[in-house]
Every structure is written in structure tokens, then in C-alpha cells.
């Protein structure tokens, strides 16, 4: 049983249109959430998380929004590069873990169109 | 700086023989973590190590996976028998403990049961 879920396999967005990448998850305990990047032939890299307690967090181009009622989350990528062309897993942290142990997605592939 | 690095990158092998994964972790780190990434299941974790001591192995399918980790530089995933269905791509991944700090992946381990 997935708690944390992508719908959506794969993604395909014109070079400099913005990319949104959405991730569900059923678990009302999580309280901190994270994206990964992986490209081929090498292992996932952490791009961006947020908190619970926010609901917004930016970094250069990428942003995460968070819904918490929804339970809904999504990577907004501004505006698309070619290099952004990768499979995204997101991925949440239940805080009754006590530990680092965190709860990936299926992912996302992503190709960004020249 | 070496990151986390996974031998053999690539392992082929026939059903019934013994498959032995190794990791060594970021100089430092003090948890360790196994995932299996298959298209089916995304990346699902099979169990971390905290100070070298197994804390959560619910993630291992069966009995015939076994992992170890001896010292803080050093940890093995071992597969015996081996079956076609454990065919996937292995990441070793380390981090400093403490609420869900960045994971560091390594390269994985392509494996491949005829």
C-alpha cells in the first residue's frame, strides 16, 4: 500500500514552460516532505524539501507547495531546462520514526522538449 | 571528495547463486541505508543501520536477503538464493543522523538474475 503516491509516470514540458510535478500521500502523521532527482545510471540527489508547517519553499527555480488539507504536494520547475530532463521521486518523514527513515514515490519522468 | 560508492556496478548472475552487494558509506555518516528501485514498486527501502546496528529491516522481502554492516565504512546486502524477480537496481545511501537530514545515494548496483 503506497503512502506516498505520483500518479503520473511521466511528464513532458516545452523548454522554458513551467513543470509541475504533483505527489499525494495518505499518511496524516508525515510532517516533513522532500523531492529527489535521479538521473540515468546514477542515484537520486536531494533537490528541495518542506516542513509541515510551511506551505511554500523556494529555491532558485524549483518550489514546493504543500497542502496539508489536500494532502497534496507539488515541484514547480521555472522555467524548464533541458538539464532538468530527469525522473523526480518525492518522498515524506513520519516524525513518529524518531529516525531518518523517510518514504519514497514511484517518481516521475520528466522530459523537457527543445 | 568521495561520496557514497557501490561495488559492482553491474551484476549478472543465475538463478540459485549467491549475490553479495557492497557499500561504503560517506566518511562520517552514521546511518546507513538499502533501497530497491524496480519499475513496479519505485524505491522502496529494505533497511537502514544506525551507529552500525540494524534498526528497521521490515522492508526486507524474505528470508533470503541478509544485510550486515560490521564497521562504519563498510556494509553488504546479500542475496542467497538469488531469483529472477530480484532483478533491479540496488542504492546504498548514507546520511548523518538526525530528522531527515539529506541522504546521499550512491551509484546503485544493476542486477540482473537469469
Known amino acids: 500500500d503506497q503512502q506516498v503516491k505520483q500518479n503520473s509516470p511521466s511528464l513532458s514540458v516545452q523548454e522554458g514552460r513551467i513543470s509541475i510535478l504533483n505527489c499525494d500521500y495518505t499518511n496524516s502523521m508525515f510532517d516533513y516532505f522532500l523531492w529527489y532527482k535521479k538521473y540515468p545510471a546514477e542515484g537520486p540527489t536531494f533537490l528541495i524539501s518542506i516542513s509541515s508547517i510551511k506551505d511554500k519553499n523556494e529555491d532558485g527555480r524549483f518550489t514546493v507547495f504543500l497542502n496539508k488539507s489536500a494532502k497534496h504536494l507539488s515541484l514547480h520547475i521555472v522555467p524548464s531546462q533541458p538539464g532538468d530532463s530527469a525522473v523526480y521521486f518525492c518522498a515524506a518523514g513520519d516524525p513518529m520514526n524518531r529516525d531518518d527513515k523517510i518514504i519514497f514515490g514511484k517518481g516521475t519522468r520528466l522530459h523537457i522538449l527543445p | 571528495d568521495a561520496g557514497v560508492i557501490q561495488s559492482p556496478r553491474h551484476e549478472v548472475t543465475e538463478m540459485g547463486q549467491e549475490v553479495t552487494l557492497r557499500c561504503k558509506p560517506i566518511s562520517g555518516h552514521n546511518s546507513l541505508f538499502w533501497y530497491r528501485q524496480t519499475m513496479m514498486r519505485g524505491l522502496e527501502l529494505l533497511i537502514y543501520f544506525n551507529n552500525n546496528v540494524p534498526i528497521d529491516d521490515s522492508g526486507m522481502p524474505e528470508d533470503r536477503f541478509s544485510a550486515k554492516m560490521p564497521n562504519a565504512s563498510f556494509s553488504t546486502l546479500k542475496i542467497q538464493p538469488s531469483e529472477p524477480r530480484d532483478s533491479a537496481v540496488y542504492f546504498c545511501?548514507?546520511?548523518?543522523?538526525?530528522?531527515?537530514?539529506?541522504?546521499?545515494f550512491g551509484p546503485g548496483t544493476r542486477l540482473t538474475v537469469l
Open positions: 545511501a548514507s546520511t548523518l543522523a538526525g530528522t531527515y537530514n539529506e541522504q546521499f
